[in-house]
Every structure is written in structure tokens, then in C-alpha cells.
């Protein structure tokens, strides 16, 4: 069983909406619009109540266990440990959005902060990319295999 207490090999139902409509639903904020960031002074932890979930859910040993920020926004570095791409799960405006994106180191003072290259995917828009990611990754492992 999966995190998302999925059976591995089970199919879901489709979601009524495609991840076309989803991804034109998305909303266009200002990256400067957002009242948090992630900065280098930000005091980054393993995120013990994940670990502790994980351990209480019998999770994949493998599962990565979020970074938080000092504002309280878990977030996971995708690839090396020093990468610039994260996906973060955070709180906008009364909305879950689930952020995925590259952030740059600013020369002045060394602190992480988010670029211009990335989404923010609503709650809805996320289920419907996860519902689709078996059938991306058989796809990704044709290509592959080419």
C-alpha cells in the first residue's frame, strides 16, 4: 500500500476534470506576491511530526522526509541536497498549494530565494497530476527504452 493509501497496482477512477483544464485553471500570482520565502537564515530541520507520521503509517523506508522553514512550510529539494528546485507545500490566501519550483541564490546575501520558473498547483490540480503520474512514467520509461 502507498503513502496515499493507494494499493500499488490499484486503478483509480479519473477525475472528472484533465490535467489540461487543470493546468489552465491554475492560478498566475506574482512570485512577490506570496508572504513567505525561504531564505538561507532560515533554520532548516527535519521535520520530526513527518518522520514520527511516517514511522506510525508503516511508510516506504525510502520516503523523504520534508524541510520546514522558519515560516513553517514543509518543503522537499528535488535531486542533490544542495538543489535549487523544491517542491513545497504551503498556505496562500485560505488555499493548500503545492509549489513546485527553482529558486536562486541572491549574491548579496547569500539567502534562497523563489524565481520566476515554476507552478503553483491547487489541491484539485495536484490530485489530477498524481491520478495521471502512473500513466507519465510508463511513458518516461518507453522514451527511455527507445
Not at 484533465?18 to 512570485?31: K, Q, W
Not at 534562497?112 to 518516461?140: H, M, N, W
Amino acid at each position: 500500500m502507498s503513502s496515499n493509501g493507494v494499493q500499488v497496482g490499484e486503478k483509480r477512477a479519473r477525475p472528472s476534470s484533465s490535467l489540461t483544464e487543470a493546468h489552465a485553471a491554475a492560478p498566475m500570482g506574482n512570485i512577490h506576491e506570496s508572504p513567505t520565502h525561504f531564505s538561507a537564515s532560515d533554520e532548516v530541520q527535519e521535520s520530526s511530526a513527518t518522520t514520527a507520521q511516517a514511522d506510525a503509517t508503516g511508510a516506504a523506508a525510502d520516503a523523504i522526509p520534508c524541510e520546514r522553514s522558519t515560516a513553517g512550510d514543509c518543503f522537499w529539494r528535488l535531486g542533490e541536497a544542495s538543489s535549487l528546485r523544491r517542491v513545497t507545500v504551503r498556505k496562500y490566501r485560505n488555499s493548500t498549494l503545492v509549489d513546485i519550483r527553482e529558486y536562486y541564490r541572491d549574491a548579496e546575501s547569500g539567502e534562497e530565494r523563489p524565481g520566476k520558473k515554476g507552478i503553483s498547483l491547487t489541491v484539485k490540480q495536484f490530485r489530477a497530476l498524481q491520478t495521471a503520474l502512473p500513466e507519465v512514467d510508463k511513458e518516461v520509461q518507453r522514451l527511455q527504452n527507445q
